[in-house]
Structure formats: structure tokens, C-alpha cells
């Protein structure tokens, strides 16, 4: 048995970055801010978050720089050249589920307030 899954909460680091494609395909790249409740500095941990179809909407309409979002996924890890023309990888997590955390103040008051796939 194998288990592939990830829960965090934290704040969007900017605002989603979304993509629709020919095929109807809805894509959302997006950074999560999660600080460590036992660290001893102020620097958050920084995730990369990938975001599909209808969850990626639902993103896009209401997730804004600084919004406290829960998410829970799966870690996968990407691969990619360079600019040096060197092989380099990157953690990713495919978001499955998304709730919006914040408050009204936060938030459109008709977001709607947790969205899975």
C-alpha cells in the first residue's frame, strides 16, 4: 500500500496565474505561504501549487494575494532543464481539494467556501 498525500494551510503568495486551453482544460499555478508553528524565524515554507478544471475556476475567481486557503493534494516532483542547460526538479503538489479559509473581509461573500474535484 502506498500513500501519496498532502494537507496544508497557508496564504496564497500571489494571485493565481490561469490558463485555459483549447480543449477546455483549465489550469492554475499558485504559491502557498505555510509558516512552521515551531520555527524560530518568520520565513514561511513556500509550496507550488497546480490547480485543474473546475477547482482551477473556482481559484481563479476567488483566490487573491494574502487569501488563507486549505488545500490537500498529492506531491509530485517535475522535472526540467535549466537555463544553464542543467536537469533540475521541483516539488509540485496537484491540488485535489480547496477550501477558502479567509473571512468575508477576505473573500467574495458568495465564494463558495470548500470545492472538490
Avoid at 9 to 17: H, I, L, M, Q, S
Amino acid at each position: 500500500m502506498t500513500i501519496n498525500l498532502v494537507n496544508l494551510v497557508g496564504r496564497a503568495g500571489g494571485d493565481p496565474e490561469v490558463r485555459y486551453f483549447e480543449s477546455g482544460s483549465v489550469l492554475c499555478n499558485l504559491t502557498l505561504a505555510v509558516n512552521r508553528p515551531t520555527s524560530r524565524t518568520d520565513q514561511p515554507d513556500w509550496f507550488n501549487l497546480e490547480i485543474w478544471g473546475k477547482t482551477a475556476e473556482v481559484a481563479a475567481n476567488y483566490v487573491k494575494k494574502g487569501s488563507l486557503l486549505g488545500i490537500q493534494g498529492t506531491l509530485k516532483i517535475e522535472t526540467f532543464t535549466n537555463r544553464n542547460g542543467h536537469e533540475s526538479s521541483k516539488p509540485v503538489i496537484r491540488v485535489n481539494r480547496l477550501d477558502l479559509l479567509g473571512s468575508k473581509r477576505d473573500v467574495d461573500p458568495n465564494a463558495v467556501a470548500g470545492y472538490n474535484e
